[in-house]
């Protein structure tokens, strides 16, 4: 059972441009949890889906980020006319359910490094 | 609003000293708490999941304890060796009143390198 997958795992992009970063989820896992990571700083949680729903958003910049999780394929978060603050690891997690227990867990993607120059 | 903080933000040893990691959360109404791994331009490995109500969990060289009421966690790592430098994160599993979903708040790690 393939882990969580992310790619790219390294994106470049000038300012103004369009970031795309994709996340398929560990195979049964119908839930997925986007996070940012700013250098010297933690993960900040940004967006909670599931198939074809935002469940949470309250971590997501208001302007300019998206998320979505189709009914097909990997989740997109997409970060439009990106600037240098941007730059960030982007992680992705996938979990089999919503967890309200106290074995949940989710399970983390290897990131993907967006860069802008 | 949950905040976890770690202490301290680095630390260096030489090899083969054992050590203690220290993770503080400000809401004790947790599910469970993770210790995480996370080598430099890498992702996360998780090391152990303490359950509410657990005490402690062990895996290897590796023991974390959770004490709920005082909001502390510690992970504690033995006989330490080179390759265990990386940066350990602690995370806090707990609802979010914001929204009404669940959420895994982080600390912002320590960076630990054991020095052979």
């Known amino acids: 059972n393939a882990g969580v997958m992310q790619n790219p795992r390294h994106l470049v992009r000038r300012r103004g441009q369009e970031a795309r970063l994709r996340c398929s989820p560990m195979?049964?896992?119908?839930?997925v949890y986007w996070y940012r990571q700013l250098p010297e700083e933690g993960l900040k949680f940004m967006v909670y889906?599931?198939?074809?729903?935002?469940?949470?958003e309250s971590g997501m910049p208001k302007e300019r980020f998206s998320a979505e999780f189709p009914k097909e394929g990997p989740s997109i978060l997409r970060i439009q006319q990106v600037v240098r603050g941007d730059s960030a690891a982007y992680f992705c997690?996938?979990?089999?359910?919503?967890?309200?227990?106290?074995?949940?867990?989710?399970?983390f993607g290897p990131g993907t490094r967006l860069t802008v120059t | 609003k949950q905040e976890v903080t770690q202490i301290p933000a680095a630390l260096s040893v030489p090899e083969g000293e054992n050590l203690v990691l220290n993770c503080s959360f400000t809401?004790?109404?947790?599910?469970?708490l993770q210790w995480f791994r996370q080598d430099p331009g890498k992702g996360l490995t998780s090391l152990l999941l303490?359950?509410?109500?657990?005490r402690e969990q062990t895996s290897g060289r590796l023991n974390a304890s959770l004490d709920k009421s005082s909001g502390r966690s510690t992970l504690y790592i033995a006989a330490s060796q080179p390759g265990d430098s990386a940066t350990y994160l602690c995370?806090?599993?707990?609802?979010?009143?914001?929204?009404?979903?669940?959420?895994?708040?982080f600390g912002k790690g320590t960076k630990l390198s054991v020095i052979p």
């Open positions: 997690a996938s979990s089999p359910n919503g967890g309200r227990t106290s074995s949940y867990e989710q399970y």
């Open positions: 195979k049964g896992h119908s839930h």
């Open positions: 889906l599931q198939k074809e729903n935002i469940i949470d």
């Open positions: 809401d004790s109404a947790i599910y469970n």
């Open positions: 303490i359950q509410s109500s657990q």
């Open positions: 995370a806090a599993f707990a609802r979010y009143s914001g929204a009404g979903s669940y959420q895994l708040t």
